[in-house]
């Protein structure tokens, strides 16, 4: 993430932190590599303030691409994947490099690595562009991880708000997809309780506790 303190939010488009972002790549695998990890978030980082996005964005594409490619022959010696993910720019991060998915794929075919994968946070995507399930076909085949939250409140997937999740959860069994869904979300109350959501669709779907089937 660089330097949180300096207003920093990842390091891997920023132009002239590229050493730092290094640096940084390195711990991170370091870490990655002691619990058995196989995945890593490189994140994009900010536009630098005082900078004009659009004027700006060339630039750091370009450092972005020349980072990712340095990320991809480091995490291929370690086996491992590493990760991109678009953060909304309109509610959470307005200078946020990295926006859309439509952006993140472009800059991973121009990277051309097939280690480097998407990760799509519906929250982020819904906010930026809904049609997810558009979307979710589209871009699986770049698809290495998936996070969840409900829009706009970014609760539980069961609170109130945009997204039907039960039905998301069966298109993506229904494109294949097999890798985890990470819960990024604030829990309204307790964090067990709030867990009742995952409970709930498993019982729907005729499962047990842990997903195991009853027949």
């Known amino acids: 993430p660089g330097d949180k303190e300096a207003g920093e939010l990842g390091l891997a488009a920023v132009p002239g932190r590229q050493a730092a972002f290094r640096q940084g790549l390195e711990a991170a695998v370091h870490y990655a590599r002691a619990v058995g990890c196989p995945r890593i978030h490189v994140m994009a980082g ?17 450092t972005f691409i020349e980072n990712l490619r340095y990320t991809a022959d480091l995490l291929s010696q370690e086996d491992m994947i590493g990760l991109l993910e678009p953060i909304n720019n309109r509610i959470t991060d307005p200078r946020y490099y990295l926006n859309t998915p439509h952006q993140a794929a472009a800059i991973l075919e121009k990277v051309g690595r ?36 409900q829009v706009p409140g970014r609760h539980e997937p069961d609170s109130p708000g945009e997204l039907n999740y039960p039905y998301i959860f069966e298109f993506l ?27 709930s669709y498993w019982e729907s779907r005729g ?9």
Not at 131 to 145: A, C, D, E, M, V
Not at 175 to 185: P, W
Request: with cysteine.
């Open 207 to 215: 499962l047990q506790h842990g997903g195991t089937s009853k027949a």
């Open 114 to 149: 097939p280690n480097l994968k998407l990760q799509l946070d519906l929250f982020h995507c819904q906010i930026m562009d809904g049609n997810l399930s558009h979307n979710l076909k589209t871009y699986f085949p770049l698809i290495g991880h998936i996070q969840i939250a």
């Open 46 to 62: 900010r536009v630098p303030l005082g900078r004009d996005r659009a004027a700006v964005a060339g630039e750091m594409e370009t």
């Open 173 to 199: 069994e229904s494109l294949g997809y097999t890798g985890y869904v990470g819960c990024e979300y604030a829990p309204k109350g307790d964090t067990l309780e709030g867990l009742g959501w995952l409970q």
